[in-house]
């Protein structure tokens, strides 16, 4: 179990997503990149399908996955786990996680809210619409993908937990642009705005003491 040990250290999260999937049973490398795509993974860790290739390929490489040729189809790869992949596996989920990069929130259209003000305060309102007009289209298209005869749904007993993370995060995205749209109305009608978004941030700040139990 040595080797598996040894190139830990050059696995990203999707080779051990790949070697997690493959721990519960054996996959084709077209099955694997179909999962990525259309599970509930994707809402959480969206990887290219040539970036997953790579990857299988590397985990191959390293002896961490067995390749084989299917029975029913030449054409197509068919993925093990080997001891090694086993063993690598098992020291990721004792480590600890890089709190620094565990959750990183990339929201291009945060950003654009971010910078809005540029081109006007219009701007702003109009990035919170449209926040909200995607988060509609997102949930919608999760929910077509779940409704879909073909969809792959492996280890339900966890993934309805997933689901039910992604579904909340949605209703927060809804219920965030709601209040954000109130709350800038708001700041409008007050002469000193200033001490009002002052008290604001002071209040968020207050809210991650609290999360973060600091005393």
């Not at 020291?91 to 709190?99: A, K, L």
Request: some cysteine; glycine content about 4%.
């Amino acid at each position: 179990g040595g080797r598996g040990m040894g190139v830990s250290a050059n696995l990203s999260i999707t080779s051990y997503a790949i070697l997690a999937l493959l721990a519960d049973r054996d996959w084709s490398s077209y099955e694997l990149t179909k999962y990525f795509r259309d599970s509930l993974l994707r809402n959480c860790w969206p990887r290219a399908a040539s970036y997953l290739y790579k990857e299988q390929k590397k985990l191959a490489d390293n002896g961490l996955i067995k390749p084989r040729r299917s029975s029913t189809n030449v054409r197509r790869t068919i993925y093990s786990i080997t001891e090694e992949g086993h063993c690598a596996l098992s020291c990721w989920f004792t480590e600890p996680n890089d709190i620094e990069y565990s959750f990183q929130y990339q929201y291009a259209s945060m950003v654009k809210f971010l910078f809005a003000h540029v081109s006007g305060d219009r701007a702003i309102y109009d990035q919170i619409r449209l926040i909200e007009q995607e988060t509609i289209a997102e949930a919608k298209m999760i929910f077509d993908k779940l409704n879909e005869e073909s969809r792959v749904f492996e280890n339900s007993h966890v993934n309805v937990h997933v689901l039910r993370f992604i579904v909340d995060l949605t209703e927060f995205r809804l219920r965030w642009c709601q209040e954000t749209l109130q709350q800038l109305a708001l700041l409008e009608k007050l002469p000193d705005s200033i001490d009002e978004v002052e008290k604001e941030f002071l209040k968020q700040v207050a809210r991650l003491k609290t999360i973060a139990k600091i005393q």
